[in-house]
């Protein structure tokens, strides 16, 4: 089940092993008989010239993120989540300020056992003539089918073939 593009920004070997995460956690939701979208809360702000995007994720969720094609701000505000970004695993805590590179894609896990959300926004100038989520989403993400994200047609081809 590879849902990646012909060629990614992400580095090879590491979007392979994010692609085996990836497929073992649907795997393990359909073998559950329990396949959900992983729902996060969104928030989306435009400011004059910037564009936040405030993502609020739930105890015990596991995905996948996007995968990012600029350089660009986050800042997490509240809870603690453990990622994997293909340099290795760490544990990020609130208050946190960091960095995303051209071609990150992550694994996200937050503790159940910690039992507060996370709250991770990241920060977006935005380029002339961009005014919606889509447009700006156009520039900033490489095009992949995240089967882990709601919104995407996945689970239900997922469901058909067990």
Not at 74 to 100: K, N, R, W
Not at 103 to 115: K, S
Not at 142 to 157: A, C, D, V
């Amino acid at each position: 089940m590879s849902h990646q593009v012909t060629h990614s920004v992400v580095p090879k070997n590491v979007n392979d092993f994010i692609d085996k995460i990836e497929e073992a956690m649907v795997n393990s939701m359909v073998a559950s008989g329990k396949f959900e979208f992983q729902e996060a809360e969104v928030k989306h702000t435009f400011t004059p010239g910037m564009y936040a995007r405030e993502i609020t994720m739930k105890p015990g969720q596991r995905i996948t993120s996007k995968i990012h094609l600029t350089e660009h701000q986050f800042i997490i505000s509240q809870g603690s989540v453990v990622v994997y970004d293909g340099t290795g695993e760490m544990l990020l805590e609130a208050p946190y300020h960091g960095i995303t590179k051209p071609g990150t894609r992550r694994v996200l896990w937050i503790p159940e056992e910690f039992g507060v959300d996370v709250i991770w926004t990241t920060f977006h100038v935005l380029k002339d003539g961009e005014t919606t989520v889509e447009q700006i989403e156009d520039r900033i993400l490489e095009k992949r089918i995240n089967p882990l994200l709601n919104g995407n047609n996945i689970s239900s081809q997922l469901i058909e073939n067990q």
